[in-house]
């Protein structure tokens, strides 16, 4: 099988890092990272703040200070992240490039030690099983997607 291990490149588009604004819950990101940091913030004001926020790595240390962080978010993060992934894919664009990822293996390999959403490398990391939730995550949704169009021509025909 078909492994994409790095969110680089002809791959950028997977990384929650690429810039693509699409409409979460009313509000229109510049990129999924600060869809989900935005996530942090229990009222809709302190949200907005973050549908400006173009850079992603601001979006990603400004959410780590986000006060209102509520206790039960590891919990609750993945679904929000399955629910951003959703709507950034529903951009009909972008779903047609995850679908053409076919059905290779996604993972984000990485070095900065994150075995939760993906794959560290590094060293120290190699030996530890990764979780690789943000591609499980990206996969559901490409199944969901070829599903949906499948559907769709078996209407057609
Ligand atoms: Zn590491």
Redesign the pocket.
């Known amino acids: 099988m078909e492994k994409i291990t790095s969110f680089r490149d002809e791959y950028r588009f997977l990384s929650n890092f690429f810039q693509y604004p699409f409409v979460f819950k009313g509000l229109q990101y510049p990129n999924a990272e600060a869809a989900f940091q935005a996530q942090k913030c229990t009222n809709d004001e302190d949200k907005i703040k973050y549908t400006q926020v173009k850079n992603p790595v601001r979006a990603k240390q400004m959410g780590k200070k986000e006060p209102g962080l509520r206790k039960d978010w590891d919990l609750i993060s993945v679904n929000i992240m399955l629910e951003i992934e959703r709507a950034k894919f529903a951009v009909p664009e972008l779903g047609e490039m995850l679908l053409s990822t076919g059905d290779a293996y996604l993972e984000e390999g990485n070095?900065w030690?994150d075995n939760r959403w993906g794959h560290?490398t590094?060293d120290?990391?190699k030996n530890k099983t990764a979780q690789n939730l943000l591609g499980n995550i990206l996969m559901q949704v490409r199944t969901e997607l070829s599903e949906a169009k499948e559907n769709e021509q078996q209407k057609r025909t």
């Open positions: 070095h030690h560290c590094c120290k990391c």
